[in-house]
């Protein structure tokens, strides 16, 4: 008798990959299909930033690792389907910047995004 699993996505992978501004371990844990939407005062709801694929993606995250902040992630919530999570950045000059996400998943691995993320002026 076989019984088959479900892969586990790996959110302590995603935070530490997060907070280290580890771009290739991030991008690893994305579909090759997956998308990503961006919502925030330039991006509104009406017209959101989407990004489509995991060259898109990449660019996108290898952006956001290159920039002189901290990252840290808090608050996350797993389920079977998806996760959630608080990320909090900080740049240098004490700019802060919040970002609400919430993903869902598939085969172990993120299959859409969803961010909301709002800064200091």
């Known amino acids: 008798m076989s019984t ?9 992978g995603l935070k530490r990959a997060i907070e280290e501004r580890d771009a290739t371990a991030q991008l690893a844990l994305y579909a090759d ?3 990503v939407t961006v919502v925030d005062r330039i991006n509104t709801p009406g017209s ?3 990004l489509g694929g995991r060259e898109e ?11 002189d902040m ?6 996350q919530v797993m ?4 996760a959630a999570y608080i990320q909090a950045c900080r740049y240098p000059d ?9 993903l869902g998943l598939s085969e172990g691995q993120i ?7 709002a800064w200091d002026d």
């Open 111 to 117: 299959a859409r995004q969803v961010g909301v993320q």
């Open 79 to 82: 389920g079977d389907t998806g």
């Open 70 to 75: 901290t990252h840290r992630v808090d608050m």
């Open 4 to 12: 088959s699993t479900t892969p586990t996505f790996d959110f302590a």
């Open 94 to 102: 004490g700019t802060n910047v919040l970002v609400a996400v919430v």
């Open 33 to 35: 299909d997956a998308e």
């Open 57 to 67: 993606i990449r660019a996108w995250i290898e952006d956001t690792c290159e920039r």
């Open 48 to 50: 959101p930033r989407v």
